[in-house]
């Protein structure tokens, strides 16, 4: 069976529904900071962030159309932005890094509870999406769309298959204009989009 995504579903609404649920969270200084550190191959946390909220979007989609499950989509992005919310480089020579990929659920979780108000969707988000390396079962549907949505983009992101530059564009262009770095008074579509 092939994904069916709606045909009204372009990269450019799914970064403004993306901001519109995250915006807080994109826009800090933490958030930003995500920016610095590389995750896998080329690709910064930041954008592998966006990509796997832009991911577990699609997947929520294609659920709620074809067998009419429902998701929390704000809640969706926003364990999706913060699922890797750790801070650091994971890449360096650091001893308390060795076992990044066992222990950085919860430096997420720690970090994200400090500087946002998290439900209990976006907490087992965060803890769980490394399953099956941590043993705990996600407990909502959301967390699973984000474990598999995690893996997928890791996989793409490793490989250099790009999935999501045109969608992290769209969102940076929005942190301009909220910022007001860049002025203008209605945000253009592209007509390419399909």
């Not at 499950?69 to 308390?96: M, N, Q």
């Amino acid at each position: 069976m092939a994904l069916s995504i709606p045909k009204h579903i372009t990269e450019y609404k799914l970064a403004k529904d993306l901001f519109t649920r995250g915006s807080d969270i994109i826009l800090s200084d933490r958030g930003q900071q995500m920016k610095q550190f590389t995750q896998h191959g080329t690709t910064s946390v930041f954008e592998h962030c966006v990509s796997v909220a832009k991911y577990s979007l699609l997947f929520s989609y294609f659920l709620e159309k074809t067998l009419r499950i429902k998701c929390d989509k704000t809640s969706l992005v926003r364990g999706a932005l913060l699922h890797d919310y750790f801070l650091y480089d994971w890449h360096e020579s650091d001893p308390s890094h060795r076992l990044h990929g066992f222990t950085h659920p919860y430096a997420a979780l720690k970090n994200a509870s400090a500087d946002f108000k998290l439900n209990d969707i976006e907490k087992d988000i965060i803890c769980k999406h490394m399953f099956p390396l941590t043993p705990f079962l996600p407990r909502f549907r959301e967390s699973v769309i984000i474990c598999l949505a995690d893996k997928w983009c890791a996989l793409c992101e490793t490989f250099k298959v790009d999935i999501s530059s045109y969608l992290i564009y769209r969102v940076n262009y929005r942190i301009a204009l909220a910022t007001g770095e860049l002025t203008i008074t209605k945000e253009p579509e592209m007509a390419c989009e399909s």
